[in-house]
């Protein structure tokens, strides 16, 4: 595998085992000597810290609803091979024409697919699936099909005669095992640092694709990227930027870091979990997570929430979905307690009643930290139990419908729901 090429593990459909695969191909492969990387396609936090750990290298998302082709072709353009895992179905994306699709990054980076097959409940049937696929689109290619949850050698006997004669190559077929199981919550995979058997499930996924799949073969359908000049970056909102980084606020994107560091910006992190006070900065960022989890913990973080509200009083403080949360007057946890936070934003919010909040946002703000238009996500459960004063961002979804406007501003401090992708 050379620098700037790749591929793409997608799939038919959401828990076809796409992460699992992926992960394992990144460290069987770390394990050659190759320095390889992960990328996920669309807006997702929690596998590409997966991918960091499997590969040992800086994982950045893709999305091609969000970003322009030039961000996405830059991201490409790596000193290192690259594997992209997909997300939901290879040709799901945003209403109403499923733009932003896996297929779409298919498309625009010109790589070939390699399709993930969950065949725990079929047979014969895993043929007419992957012709379909391989035939809908002409401009995306199917090179490929890793078989998963296999049942047994019987099993996997039946699905490569069924496969015959489509003349798709199967490049793998990996057999059920319960000892790559992932377990999951709200927002998807319990996050990479919190699972203290991380590197041995990373190691048993790599085991098993060094034994089920055809690597070599697989190295060789990586496909040179075509690079791309991007100047377009997010300007930072200012020259010295703490953010809070724990497991209670996770989610900051790493290219809108890197836009910020490449323009000087200075960022230091601090963990509000471990009660760090804010650090000498000029902006404070608290991004999303699941600050619902460890909402007691924050609450009794004395000197995290003083230094807060002292920087508030003069200095901007920005947050984001869980950090925006934090920012308001009390947080309900699932069982019903509340726990008092900053009360910067008059703003209650609870996740005893659960809803799903959950698709692309198009943003525009005139006034705040980030003023100006904006592409975003939303996907949260938590309920707005009162909200008051100013609105921050006048809000459409994806089809251009008009939704409530989003989030707060009050003086310094101001936050939304919504997490930004990239400029509009």
Request: charged letters at 20%; one cysteine or more; proline letters at 7%.
């Amino acid at each position: 595998m050379k620098a700037s090429s790749g591929f793409i593990i997608a799939a038919p459909s959401s828990g076809s085992g796409k992460t699992t695969v992926t992960l394992g191909l990144l460290r069987a492969f770390k394990r050659r000597g190759i320095n390889i990387r992960g990328a996920k396609s669309g807006p997702d936090y929690i596998d590409p810290r997966f991918h960091e750990a499997a590969s040992g290298a800086p994982c950045f998302n893709m999305d091609a609803w969000a970003m322009s082709p030039e961000r996405i072709q830059s991201l490409a353009s790596t000193d290192a091979p690259l594997i992209i895992e997909g997300a939901m179905g290879l040709f799901d994306g945003a209403p109403p024409d499923g733009r932003g699709s896996v297929a779409d990054l298919a498309r625009l980076l010109k790589l070939p697919v390699v399709l993930v097959i969950d065949t725990a409940r079929m047979a014969q049937s895993v043929a007419p699936i992957v012709f379909g696929f391989a035939h809908h689109d002409p401009d995306v290619r199917i090179a490929g099909v890793i078989l998963n949850k296999v049942g047994s050698v019987r099993h996997e006997r039946m699905l490569r005669r069924a496969l015959d004669p489509l003349g798709i190559p199967v490049l793998g077929a990996i057999h059920r095992s319960s000892q790559i199981e992932t377990p999951t919550r709200h927002l998807g995979l319990v996050q990479a640092q919190e699972r203290e058997d991380l590197e041995r499930f990373i190691e048993q996924a790599a085991d098993i694709s060094e034994q089920s799949v055809d690597l070599e073969t697989l190295a060789n359908l990586a496909t040179p990227f075509e690079r791309a000049d991007f100047s377009s970056k997010i300007a930072p909102p200012a020259q010295r930027i703490a953010i809070a980084s724990d497991r209670a606020f996770a989610f900051a994107y790493p290219h809108l870091l890197q836009d910020w560091r490449s323009a000087g910006a200075e960022i230091s992190p601090f963990s509000p979990l471990s009660n760090d006070p804010i650090p000498d900065a000029d902006f404070v960022f608290l991004p999303g997570g699941y600050p619902e989890l460890y909402a007691a913990q924050l609450a009794s973080a004395d000197t995290f929430m003083n230094t807060l509200c002292t920087h508030a009083k003069t200095k901007p403080v920005y947050g984001e979905c869980g950090g925006y949360m934090v920012l308001g007057a009390g947080l309900i946890d699932a069982q019903g307690t509340r726990h008092k936070m900053a009360g910067l934003l008059q703003l209650e919010t609870s996740f005893a009643q659960r809803k799903l909040h959950l698709g692309y946002r198009r943003l525009n703000a005139d006034q705040g930290v980030f003023a100006g238009k904006w592409n975003a996500h939303e996907f949260h459960y938590a309920t707005t139990q009162h909200a008051q004063g100013t609105p921050l961002f006048k809000a459409h979804d994806a089809e251009e419908t008009p939704l409530p406007d989003m989030g707060l501003i009050n003086g310094h401090v101001s936050g939304s729901f919504a997490h930004i992708i990239d400029c509009a």
